[in-house]
């Protein structure tokens, strides 16, 4: 089974901010930056757990952090600041936010397809796992997944970026390219930047997406010609990335399909949407790998031990 056990200063841009002031938002983005934290530092300190896929968790892992740092700040202020529920921002910061949001979305994607193409290799053809996936192949993959959608949808918001805007009120509690887009005023760049923005997509997350199931469909074949412990123990290891895989996938399709039904206008429904995608996803993911893949369970909980101890 190889190594395995198993998104010109002029414009202004309004986004609603919730009616609702939870401050409980604070305290969980507390504790999941913490747990994020020890679990990169138990897969930093453990030599056991210094292989391809904990590499690819620890990076996951990192996007969500990453993702938490670039939203929680400013939807927190925002909750704290907005007197009337509308948020004032800037035509440049929401430009740079809908970037990082679009970037790490995309990103996320093509990691989790790289941990299936990690997967898939280790119980598919365990024979040649370290030849096929090298020190040097794993860099290249993570700098890949990183990279690419940066590039991309950095193109992206530089077409963003020349559009003229008709319309002025985001109902989100962020700002995302493809929302900004909706704001523009319809005419040919427009129309470019909306045909760039689905090829992008396409690329960075129908993709890989496609190529994780075929993967795990791939998996699942093997293991109904294995035996009970050995197909016991990959599927434990997949369901972790299974249930991520789920989680944003559902998010992608739920926001898809709403801006289908409401065309350019936006309900409190997109509004509540927008907030379960920003806050689930990066809590969840956490969540899931400390719990579900045991190695990081066990290193994390020693970690917390001997923390308690000293």
């Not at 986004?15 to 934290?37: G, K, L, R």
């Not at 009120?169 to 909706?182: E, G, K």
């Amino acid at each position: 089974m190889g190594p395995y056990p198993d998104l010109t200063a002029e414009y202004e841009v309004e986004t609603v901010a919730p009616p609702d002031h939870d401050y409980s938002v604070n305290a969980a983005t507390a504790v999941m930056a913490n747990q994020v934290a020890d679990e990169n530092e138990a897969l930093k300190i453990q030599r056991a757990l210094h292989r391809p896929m904990f590499a690819f968790v620890a990076s996951v892992l990192l996007n969500s952090l990453t993702a938490s740092t670039m939203m929680y700040p400013k939807f927190l202020s925002d909750l704290l600041l907005s007197g009337s529920g509308l948020v004032q921002v800037s035509r440049t910061l929401c430009l740079c936010q809908g970037f990082f949001v679009s970037s790490l979305g995309a990103s996320s994607f093509m990691l989790l397809s790289a941990m299936a193409f990690d997967l898939y290799l280790s119980i598919c053809h365990p024979m040649h796992y370290a030849v096929l996936l090298t020190p040097a192949k794993v860099v290249l993959m993570l700098l890949l997944c990183w990279m690419l959608p940066a590039i991309l949808v950095g193109a992206s918001t530089l077409l963003a970026s020349r559009l003229p805007l008709c319309r002025v009120q985001l109902n989100r509690a962020y700002c995302d390219i493809s929302s900004f887009l909706s704001l523009s005023c319809s005419g040919a760049e427009a129309q470019l930047s909306g045909i760039y923005s689905r090829l992008i997509a396409t690329a960075t997350v129908f993709l890989p997406a496609a190529f994780v199931l075929f993967s795990y469909f791939r998996i699942l074949f093997i293991c109904l010609w294995r035996s009970r412990s050995f197909s016991s123990k990959a599927l434990q290891t997949c369901l972790p990335h299974l249930l991520v895989l789920l989680n944003h996938s559902i998010s992608i399709i739920v926001n898809l399909l709403l801006r289908r039904l409401q065309g350019d206008g936006e309900s409190d429904s997109t509004l509540i949407i927008s907030i379960l995608m920003m806050i689930v996803p990066t809590v969840l993911k956490p969540v899931v790998y400390g719990l579900k893949l045991k190695e990081v369970f066990t290193h994390v909980k020693r970690l917390l031990s001997c923390r308690r101890g000293s």
